[in-house]
C-alpha cells in the first residue's frame, strides 16, 4: 500500500488529505506560523546519535516534539494506529533517504527518546504528503519498504554513477573541506543533470565519506492548504522564495553556526540545496537568480546546488531560456559546474540484478534490460519499475502475452526514447508490399492510393510516445526531407504543405478558444494527426530503409537566436539612429543594417559602426553548429 | 508657401473640433448640431416614426430594441424620446446613457445599472408640458459590443426593475444581441437612407452653413457615405475646415481618406484586359505604393466588375469568387500586396479566357 | 492585482512622446492604456494656455491587436483633453474602422521616381557631388519608390566608387543577393535535397529578423522576373496562398518551405512539358 502512495497515487492522497483538513484548529494556525518563522530547515549531524529537528517542512507540522496529546488537528487522526507501534519497537533501518548522517544513526537509534522518535515520526509523516521527497510509508515491515530508499548508496561502490563524475565531487569537496577556507569564492559546485540520475545520492556518499555535516534545504511542495490560510489571512504567508531568500541570507551573514545546535566542528559542513524553488514570471526569476548570484560570491561553506534538467525539448520556451541564464550566472558567479548524464542501461541492469539476488526475486535478465532500457537513464525510476514489476509477477496475465510489447509501456519513463522510436515510425513510412486482396467499395483515385500501413494506426503510436503536437511537427519538418526519394519534389511539396495545416491549427488555439481546455485538446491531437498523416501520406514513394540519424530541430535555435537579435536593435535603435525615429524593426533589418555594413568603413567615428558590428559578431547559425543528437535509430 | 501655411492652420483646428475637447464653442460638431431634437424630425424611418409617436402621446412605452446599419437616426430616436418625455429638467436624474466607450462588463451591468435601475421614481405628473411618466430609461447605445456574460446579467436586472425602468438596446446587427434580451425588447429596424433623402438633409445642413456644393459634389457625398447619414456630415464639416465654403467633389473624396479615384481602379481593371502579367504587376505595385487601402480597392473593384456590360457572367462569378476569397485573407491580416496580385491575374485570366486551372499544378 | 514588466523604449520631448507599442507583442494593450493614462496626469501645464496638451506619436498602429485597437479607441476619448494622437500605419486597413472614424485619415503616397530623383540631386549639390546623367533616376528606379532606400543605396554608392560613373552597378542589399542566390539554387535543381540547402539559408536570413513577408515577397519578386508568362499566375497565386497561411500559423519557415517546394514542383513539370 505505501508502495502506491509513494509513486502512483501519493499525488492524489495528499490532495484528498488536504481537502479533508479544509476546517483549521488553532493549533493548525499556531503551528504554522512557527513553521514559517524557523525555516523549511532540516538538519542532521554526521556521526551523531541524536538528528536535531529544528524545523521540519511546511504544511503540517504541528506539534512537533509536544507529544500526542497536542496533536488535536485531523491530521494526526489520520495515522493513529501507526504511531505507537512504530515508536515503540522495530529498529527501522535507513528509513529516511534525505540526510547521510541519519543513516549511521540506525544502529542506535534504539536508546534515542521516544521524543526522538516523534520527530522522526512527524517529519516522515509530513513529508509523505507534502511530498518533498518519496519516501515510504512508515516501515512497518521492511517488505513494504520502497526499494529506492531501501538500497539507497551508502559507499561510493553502489553509486552508479560514473566513476569520474563521482571522482570529480569528491575532489573538490575535499579540497574544500581540508584545505584552508579562507580563500574566497569558488565555495559552489552546481550539478546539473535529469531527474533521477544520482545527484543528490552522490552528495550524500560524498557527505558520509568526508564525515561532513549535510545541512540541506529542500524546496517545499506548496501546498491547498497554505493557499487556504493565506487567503483567509489566518496565519502569515511566506512565499517559498521568500523563505529561500531569507535562509540565503541566514546563511551568508551567519554561517551555519547558529542553525547547528551543537557546537559541532564546522569546519565539515556542506551546505546542500536540492533543487530551487518554483518560480513564475520574470520578476521572481531575477530576484532567484541575484539570490543564487549572491550566495555564490559571498558563503563560506562548500556548497552543492542541484538542478534538474527538465525535458529540454522544448528548448524554445521562456522555463528553459531562463535555466540557461541562471547556469550562467552561476558560473560567471565563480561557481564550479559539473553535469551529470543519465546513467548507462549496463549500469542500471547491474543495480537492479543486485537488488533482485538481495530480494531473492526471480526476474528474467530480459525483464530487467527492458526496464533499464525503458528508464532513460532514471535509476529512481527503474528501481521502482522493478519492484512494481516484482509485484505484479503473481498476476495471472504475466505469462501468457509476449512481454515485450505489454511492459514496455508500463515502465517507459522518458518521451523522447520513445518519442525518436515513433518518428523512425513515421519518418520511415514503411508499408505492404501489395495491397490488400477484396474489392474496395469505394475505389480512390490512383494518385490517392497508398499501400497499407506496417504499423498500428499512427494515431495509436501517437499516443504511446506521449507526443505533444508541436514538438512532433517540428521534429518531422526537420527530418522529412532526408526521407524522400530524390526525384520526388512534389511529395516534398505536399508533405510539407500538410505540416503547415498542422502549423496553423496549432495556432488557432493561441487566441479564441485559449480558455477552453477541451478544445484545445482536440485541435491538438488534430494538428499532431494531420502532421503524422500528412507526412505518411505525401511520401508516396517511400525509400528503401537505411540507417539514419534524426536531428534536433534547427528551427528552435534559430528561433532563439533571431529573438535575441531581434531584442538587440530595438534595444539600439534609438541610440544608433540618433534617436531620429523609432522605426520599424523590419525595415533596420532589410534597409539599415546592409546599408550601415557598406558604409562601415567610412563612418567608423560613427556610432553606426557598433550596431552593425555588434550584431555581425551576434550570433549566426554556423558559429554554434546544432550539435546532431546521437539519437540514431535503426531499421526496425 | 502662405496657403500652404493657412492649410496647416486650418488642419490645426480641425484637430480641435474633432469632438475632442471643447475648445471653441463654434466647432461644434455638425452631427450633434443637426441631430433631430424630436421623433417626428427623424429622416426616413417612417414607420418607426409612427408607432414611436403614438407610444409618446400614451406615455407608455416597452423595452425597446433599435437596429440598422450606422448612421440611420437609431441613437437620434432614442435620445429624442427620451427628451421628449421628460424634459431638459428631468432628464438627467431620468435617463442613463451608456455607450461602447464606457466600460461596460458585467461589474457594471452588475452595479452601476443595477443602482440606476432600483431607484424608484415618483408617479406621472406631467411637468413643464412634458409628459415625465413614472419611469426611468437607460440607452446602451452599441450593445452588440457588450459581452455575454454582461447582456445575460442584464437579464435579472431588466425583469426585477420592469416597472420603474425602460431599457433601449441600440446594435448594428440584431444577431449579435442574445436572444433572451431580444425577445424582451420591441424591435425596430431601421433602413439605410436613401440618396433622396441624404442629398435633401445635406443641402439643408449646407444653407444653414452657407456651404456651396455642386450636384457632383452632392452625388460624391452620398455615395463615399454609403446611406450613412453621420459620415457624410462629418466628412462635409471636414471638407469645410479644411478648403474653405466652395466644396467639390475631389476635396470630399480626398477628405474621407477611403474612397480610391476611379481612375485607379480603372487603370487596374484595363491592365488586367491586356493580359500582360507584367502591366498588371505594376499597377498592383502603383496601387500599393499610393498607399490605397486594398480592402477597399477590392470593394471597388467588385462594383466595377458586377455592373460591367463587356463581362459575361461566368467570368463574373470567377472574379467575383477570388475577391470574396481575398478580402478574407486581408481580414486574417494576410499582406495586401499579395492578395492584390493574386485578384490581378486571377481577373485576368477570367478576362482574357486563361484556363482556370493551373496546369502544373499536381 | 497583477505586475506586468513591459520594456519599451519611447521618444519624448516636452511636447510629444513617440512610441512604437506593437514592440510590447501581445501586451500591447496595456501599454495603450497605461501610456496614455500617464500622459494625461502629467499634462503640461502653460502659463500662456498655448500648448494645453501633449501629442502622442505611435507608429505602426496596423500592428496592434485588435484588443489594443479597441482600448485605444476608449482611451483616446477619455483623455482627449489632455493628449491628441497621430497615429502612424503602412495601411489603413488593418486599422479598424472605429479608430479611423475618429481620426482625419490623411493618406501619404510613396514619393515619384522623379521626386526622389529631386531630392537626391539635392543632396548631389549640398555634398558637392558630380552626378552623370540618369544615375539618380537609376538609383531612384531600383529604389522600388522609397525615398529612404535611395538615399541610403545612393551614399553606397558613393563609398563604393567615386567619381560615379554612367554605368555602375547599384548594389541591392546584402539580404536581396542572398534572395536571388536562393532563387536561382531552386531553378537549377528540384530535388528535396535542394530544398534542404535552401532551408538552411531561410534560417540564415530569418535570424537576421529579415520578416518572412518580406522574404516570400522578395522572393516572388526574383522569381517573376525570371519565369514565363504562364508560370507567372501560377507561382503568385500560390505565394498570395502561402504567405496567408503563414499570417495564419506561428512558423514561418514552414510555410516559406511550402512555397518553394511548390514551386519547385510546379517548376520541374512545366520543365518536364516544354523539354520532355
Given at each position: 500500500?505505501?508502495?502506491?502512495?509513494?509513486?502512483?497515487?501519493?499525488?492524489?492522497?495528499?490532495?484528498?488529505?488536504?481537502?479533508?483538513?479544509?476546517?483549521?484548529?488553532?493549533?493548525?494556525?499556531?503551528?504554522?506560523?512557527?513553521?514559517?518563522?524557523?525555516?523549511?530547515?532540516?538538519?542532521?549531524?554526521?556521526?551523531?546519535?541524536?538528528?536535531?529537528?529544528?524545523?521540519?517542512?511546511?504544511?503540517?507540522?504541528?506539534?512537533?516534539?509536544?507529544?500526542?496529546?497536542?496533536?488535536?488537528?485531523?491530521?494526526?487522526?489520520?495515522?493513529?494506529?501507526?504511531?505507537?507501534?512504530?515508536?515503540r519497537?522495530?529498529?527501522?533501518?535507513?528509513?529516511?533517504?534525505?540526510?547521510?548522517?541519519?543513516?549511521?544513526?540506525?544502529?542506535?537509534?534504539?536508546?534515542?527518546?521516544?521524543?526522538?522518535?516523534?520527530?522522526?515520526?512527524?517529519?516522515?509523516?509530513?513529508?509523505?504528503?507534502?511530498?518533498?521527497?518519496?519516501?515510504?510509508?512508515?516501515?512497518?515491515?521492511?517488505?513494504?519498504?520502497?526499494?529506492?530508499?531501501?538500497?539507497?548508496?551508502?559507499?561510493?561502490?553502489?553509486?552508479?554513477?560514473?566513476?569520474?563524475?563521482?571522482?570529480?565531487?569528491?575532489?573538490?569537496?575535499?579540497?574544500?573541506?581540508?584545505?584552508?577556507?579562507?580563500?574566497?569564492?569558488?565555495?559552489?559546485?552546481?550539478?546539473?543533470?535529469?531527474?533521477?540520475?544520482?545527484?543528490?545520492?552522490?552528495?550524500?556518499?560524498?557527505?558520509?565519506?568526508?564525515?561532513?555535516?549535510?545541512?540541506?534545504?529542500?524546496?517545499?511542495?506548496?501546498?491547498?492548504?497554505?493557499?487556504?490560510?493565506?487567503?483567509?489571512?489566518?496565519?502569515?504567508?511566506?512565499?517559498?522564495?521568500?523563505?529561500?531568500?531569507?535562509?540565503?541570507?541566514?546563511?551568508?551573514?551567519?554561517?551555519?553556526?547558529?542553525?547547528?545546535?551543537?557546537?559541532?566542528?564546522?569546519?565539515?559542513?556542506?551546505?546542500?540545496?536540492?533543487?530551487?524553488?518554483?518560480?513564475?514570471?520574470?520578476?521572481?526569476?531575477?530576484?532567484?537568480?541575484?539570490?543564487?548570484?549572491?550566495?555564490?560570491?559571498?558563503?563560506?561553506?562548500?556548497?552543492?546546488?542541484?538542478?534538474?534538467?527538465?525535458?529540454?525539448?522544448?528548448?524554445?520556451?521562456?522555463?528553459?531560456?531562463?535555466?540557461?541564464?541562471?547556469?550562467?550566472?552561476?558560473?560567471?558567479?565563480?561557481?564550479?559546474?559539473?553535469?551529470?548524464?543519465p546513467i548507462t542501461s549496463n549500469a542500471i541492469k547491474r543495480i537492479l540484478s543486485k537488488i533482485c539476488r538481495q530480494e531473492k526475486r526471480n526476474v528474467a535478465s530480459e525483464q530487467i534490460d527492458l526496464i533499464a532500457k525503458a528508464s532513460g537513464g532514471d535509476i529512481r525510476h527503474a528501481i521502482t519499475a522493478l519492484q512494481f514489476f516484482c509485484l505484479k509477477v503473481d498476476w495471472p496475465s504475466f505469462s501468457s502475452s509476449s512481454p515485450t510489447t505489454v511492459y514496455d509501456l508500463h515502465f517507459g519513463r522518458d518521451e523522447t526514447i520513445s518519442l525518436f522510436h515513433a518518428l523512425g515510425k513515421f519518418l520511415h513510412n514503411k508499408r505492404e508490399s501489395v495491397s490488400p486482396s477484396g474489392k474496395d467499395p469505394h475505389p480512390m483515385q490512383e494518385k490517392f492510393m497508398r499501400l497499407p500501413f506496417k504499423m498500428d494506426a499512427p494515431e495509436k503510436v501517437l499516443s504511446q510516445a506521449h507526443g505533444q503536437a508541436r514538438p512532433i511537427a517540428d521534429f518531422l519538418h526537420e527530418n522529412v526531407l532526408d526521407f524522400l526519394d530524390e526525384e520526388a519534389v512534389d511529395d516534398a511539396s505536399a508533405v510539407l504543405s500538410y505540416l503547415g495545416d498542422a502549423d496553423v491549427l496549432l495556432h488557432s488555439f493561441h487566441g479564441a478558444v485559449a480558455r477552453n481546455y477541451e478544445a484545445e485538446g482536440v485541435v491538438q491531437s488534430a494538428a499532431a494527426s494531420i502532421a503524422v498523416r500528412g507526412v505518411l501520406f505525401g511520401n508516396s514513394h517511400p525509400l528503401p530503409p537505411r540507417w539514419h540519424s534524426i536531428r534536433k530541430p534547427k528551427l528552435w535555435q534559430s528561433e532563439k537566436f533571431s529573438l535575441h537579435n531581434k531584442d538587440e536593435m530595438l534595444r539600439q535603435r534609438f541610440m544608433v539612429y540618433n534617436g531620429v525615429s523609432s522605426i520599424d524593426t523590419s525595415v533596420i533589418a532589410t534597409e539599415y543594417m546592409p546599408a550601415c555594413k557598406w558604409l562601415q568603413h567610412r563612418l567608423q567615428a560613427h556610432e553606426v559602426m557598433m550596431l552593425s558590428t555588434e550584431i555581425e559578431d551576434g550570433i549566426s547559425l554556423d558559429d554554434r553548429e546544432v550539435k546532431t543528437s546521437g539519437d540514431e535509430i535503426e531499421e526496425w | 508657401m502662405g496657403r500652404e501655411r493657412e492649410r496647416e492652420r486650418e488642419r490645426v483646428s480641425f484637430f480641435r473640433s474633432l469632438r475632442m475637447a471643447p475648445i471653441l464653442q463654434s466647432s461644434q460638431p455638425w452631427v450633434e448640431k443637426y441631430r433631430p431634437k424630436q421623433v417626428k424630425d427623424v429622416a426616413h424611418q417612417d414607420e418607426v416614426v409612427r408607432v414611436l409617436t403614438n407610444t409618446l402621446e400614451t406615455a407608455n412605452c416597452p423595452h425597446m430594441l433599435f437596429y440598422g446599419p450606422p448612421g440611420t437616426g437609431k441613437t437620434t430616436t432614442a435620445l429624442a424620446i427620451a427628451h421628449q418625455l421628460f424634459g431638459p429638467e428631468l432628464y438627467k436624474s431620468r435617463v442613463l446613457e451608456l455607450n461602447a466607450s464606457d466600460d461596460r462588463g458585467i461589474n457594471v451591468v452588475r452595479t452601476k445599472i443595477k443602482d440606476f435601475a432600483a431607484v424608484a421614481v415618483g408617479s406621472g405628473q406631467r411637468q413643464g408640458g412634458y409628459p415625465c411618466p413614472p419611469y426611468k430609461i437607460i440607452i446602451l447605445d452599441e450593445a452588440d459590443s457588450m459581452t455575454e456574460d454582461a447582456q445575460n446579467a442584464l437579464r435579472r436586472t431588466m425583469e426585477t426593475y420592469s416597472k420603474v425602468t425602460r431599457f433601449f438596446f441600440i446594435c448594428n446587427y440584431i444577431s449579435r444581441i442574445i436572444e433572451p434580451l431580444a425577445s424582451r425588447c420591441a424591435k425596430f429596424r431601421f433602413k439605410p437612407l436613401s440618396e433622396e433623402i441624404m442629398t435633401s438633409r445635406i443641402l439643408h445642413i449646407c444653407k444653414e452653413e452657407g456651404l456651396n456644393l455642386d450636384a457632383e459634389a452632392l452625388s460624391t457625398v452620398s455615395t463615399i457615405s454609403q446611406g450613412d447619414l453621420r459620415r457624410a456630415i462629418t466628412y462635409l464639416q471636414g471638407a469645410a475646415r479644411l478648403f474653405g465654403s466652395s466644396i467639390t467633389s475631389k476635396d470630399l473624396i480626398s477628405v474621407s481618406g477611403v474612397v480610391i479615384p476611379q481612375e485607379v481602379v480603372g487603370a487596374l481593371l484595363a491592365a488586367c484586359k491586356s493580359g500582360n502579367f507584367d502591366l498588371a504587376n505594376k499597377e498592383v505595385n502603383n496601387v500599393i505604393a499610393e498607399g490605397y487601402p486594398v480592402s477597399q480597392m477590392l470593394s471597388q473593384l467588385f462594383e466595377v466588375v458586377v455592373e460591367a456590360d463587356d463581362i459575361s457572367d461566368e467570368q463574373k462569378a470567377r472574379i467575383c469568387k477570388r475577391l470574396g476569397e481575398a478580402d478574407k485573407c486581408l481580414v486574417d491580416g494576410a499582406d495586401e500586396y499579395l492578395q492584390l496580385l493574386d485578384v490581378a491575374s486571377n481577373t485576368m485570366r477570367a478576362l482574357c479566357n486563361m484556363p482556370q486551372e493551373f496546369s502544373y499544378e499536381t | 492585482m497583477r505586475n506586468i514588466d513591459i520594456e519599451l523604449t519611447t521618444l519624448s520631448s516636452t511636447h510629444h512622446v513617440e512610441m512604437n507599442p506593437s514592440d510590447a507583442g501581445f501586451?500591447?494593450?496595456?501599454?495603450?492604456?497605461?501610456?496614455?493614462?500617464?500622459?494625461?496626469?502629467?499634462?503640461?501645464?502653460?502659463?500662456?494656455?498655448?500648448?494645453?496638451?501633449?501629442?502622442?506619436?505611435?507608429?505602426?498602429?496596423?500592428?496592434?491587436?485588435?484588443?489594443?485597437?479597441?482600448?485605444?479607441?476608449?482611451?483616446?476619448?477619455?483623455?482627449?483633453?489632455?493628449?491628441?494622437?497621430?497615429?502612424?500605419?503602412?495601411?489603413?486597413?488593418?486599422?479598424?474602422?472605429?479608430?479611423?472614424?475618429?481620426?482625419?485619415?490623411?493618406?501619404?503616397?510613396?514619393?515619384?521616381?522623379?521626386?526622389?530623383?529631386?531630392?537626391?540631386?539635392?543632396?548631389?549639390?549640398?555634398?558637392?557631388?558630380?552626378?552623370?546623367?540618369?544615375?539618380?533616376?537609376?538609383?531612384?528606379?531600383?529604389?522600388?519608390?522609397?525615398?529612404?532606400?535611395?538615399?541610403?543605396?545612393?551614399?553606397?554608392?558613393?563609398?563604393?566608387?567615386?567619381?560615379?560613373?554612367?554605368?555602375?552597378?547599384?548594389?541591392?542589399?546584402?539580404?536581396?543577393?542572398?534572395?536571388?542566390?536562393?532563387?536561382?539554387?531552386?531553378?537549377?535543381?528540384?530535388?528535396?535535397?535542394?530544398?534542404?540547402?535552401?532551408?538552411?539559408?531561410?534560417?540564415?536570413?530569418?535570424?537576421?529578423?529579415?520578416?518572412?513577408?518580406?522574404?516570400?515577397?522578395?522572393?516572388?519578386?526574383?522569381?517573376?522576373?525570371?519565369?514565363?508568362?504562364?508560370?507567372?499566375?501560377?507561382?503568385?497565386?500560390?505565394?498570395?496562398?502561402?504567405?496567408?497561411?503563414?499570417?495564419?500559423?506561428?512558423?514561418?519557415?514552414?510555410?516559406?518551405?511550402?512555397?518553394?517546394?511548390?514551386?519547385?514542383?510546379?517548376?520541374?513539370?512545366?520543365?518536364?512539358?516544354?523539354?520532355?
Open positions: 500500500m505505501s508502495l502506491w502512495n509513494n509513486c502512483l497515487i501519493y499525488g492524489v492522497v495528499s490532495f484528498g488529505f488536504h481537502a479533508f483538513n479544509a476546517s483549521p484548529t488553532a493549533d493548525d494556525a499556531v503551528s504554522l506560523r512557527r513553521s514559517a518563522i524557523v525555516g523549511p530547515w532540516r538538519f542532521a549531524m554526521g556521526k551523531r546519535d541524536a538528528v536535531v529537528v529544528l524545523s521540519s517542512d511546511d504544511g503540517g507540522d504541528e506539534g512537533e516534539g509536544e507529544g500526542e496529546g497536542a496533536l488535536s488537528s485531523s491530521r494526526s487522526r489520520s495515522k493513529p494506529a501507526a504511531k505507537p507501534h512504530l515508536a519497537s522495530e529498529p527501522r533501518r535507513a528509513k529516511k533517504p534525505r540526510v547521510s548522517g541519519s543513516r549511521s544513526r540506525s544502529s542506535s537509534s534504539r536508546q534515542s527518546s521516544i521524543v526522538d522518535e516523534f520527530q522522526f515520526l512527524e517529519e516522515d509523516f509530513n513529508e509523505v504528503f507534502t511530498g518533498a521527497k518519496v519516501t515510504t510509508g512508515f516501515g512497518r515491515s521492511t517488505a513494504k519498504e520502497s526499494w529506492v530508499d531501501k538500497y539507497k548508496p551508502c559507499t561510493f561502490e553502489e553509486l552508479a554513477v560514473h566513476k569520474k563524475k563521482v571522482e570529480e565531487v569528491k575532489s573538490w569537496f575535499e579540497e574544500r573541506l581540508i584545505t584552508s577556507k579562507d580563500n574566497l569564492g569558488d565555495h559552489v559546485l552546481v550539478i546539473t543533470g535529469p531527474a533521477g540520475v544520482g545527484k543528490s545520492a552522490t552528495i550524500y556518499v560524498v557527505a558520509s565519506h568526508l564525515g561532513a555535516t549535510l545541512c540541506e534545504w529542500n524546496t517545499p511542495t506548496p501546498t491547498v492548504w497554505k493557499e487556504y490560510v493565506h487567503n483567509s489571512n489566518t496565519g502569515q504567508y511566506v512565499s517559498k522564495l521568500d523563505e529561500f531568500e531569507a535562509f540565503v541570507e541566514r546563511t551568508r551573514k551567519y554561517g551555519l553556526i547558529s542553525q547547528s545546535s551543537a557546537g559541532e566542528s564546522k569546519s565539515s559542513a556542506i551546505l546542500l540545496i536540492d533543487d530551487l524553488p518554483m518560480t513564475h514570471g520574470n520578476v521572481a526569476r531575477r530576484r532567484l537568480q541575484n539570490c543564487l548570484h549572491l550566495l555564490v560570491q559571498s558563503t563560506h561553506i562548500p556548497t552543492a546546488i542541484l538542478i534538474t534538467d527538465y525535458g529540454r525539448v522544448d528548448s524554445a520556451d521562456r522555463e528553459a531560456r531562463f535555466l540557461e541564464e541562471l547556469h550562467l550566472s552561476l558560473e560567471s558567479a565563480g561557481a564550479r559546474k559539473i553535469a551529470f548524464n | - | 501586451q500591447d494593450r496595456y501599454v495603450v492604456q497605461e501610456i496614455i493614462k500617464e500622459m494625461a496626469k502629467n499634462r503640461p501645464i502653460d502659463t500662456k494656455g498655448k500648448k494645453r496638451f501633449k501629442v502622442l506619436v505611435l507608429n505602426e498602429v496596423d500592428k496592434l491587436s485588435r484588443e489594443a485597437q479597441h482600448s485605444l479607441r476608449r482611451t483616446m476619448e477619455k483623455y482627449s483633453a489632455s493628449c491628441r494622437l497621430i497615429l502612424c500605419c503602412n495601411s489603413s486597413s488593418k486599422v479598424t474602422e472605429a479608430i479611423r472614424s475618429r481620426c482625419l485619415n490623411i493618406r501619404i503616397n510613396a514619393p515619384r521616381e522623379d521626386q526622389i530623383v529631386k531630392v537626391l540631386e539635392f543632396i548631389a549639390k549640398k555634398e558637392n557631388l558630380q552626378l552623370p546623367a540618369g544615375f539618380a533616376a537609376r538609383v531612384a528606379e531600383k529604389s522600388n519608390r522609397s525615398l529612404r532606400r535611395a538615399i541610403l543605396s545612393f551614399e553606397t554608392c558613393r563609398v563604393q566608387q567615386y567619381p560615379f560613373t554612367i554605368n555602375q552597378v547599384i548594389s541591392p542589399m546584402d539580404w536581396e543577393e542572398y534572395v536571388s542566390e536562393i532563387v536561382s539554387d531552386i531553378m537549377k535543381e528540384q530535388s528535396p535535397k535542394r530544398l534542404f540547402q535552401v532551408r538552411g539559408k531561410l534560417y540564415e536570413l530569418l535570424i537576421k529578423c529579415i520578416p518572412p513577408e518580406i522574404l516570400l515577397k522578395r522572393l516572388l519578386h526574383d522569381l517573376l522576373g525570371k519565369l514565363d508568362a504562364e508560370l507567372k499566375h501560377e507561382v503568385c497565386h500560390w505565394a498570395a496562398y502561402y504567405e496567408h497561411r503563414m499570417r495564419l500559423g506561428q512558423k514561418a519557415i514552414f510555410h516559406l518551405e511550402a512555397f518553394i517546394a511548390k514551386f519547385m514542383s510546379i517548376y520541374k513539370a512545366f520543365l518536364i512539358a516544354t523539354f520532355g
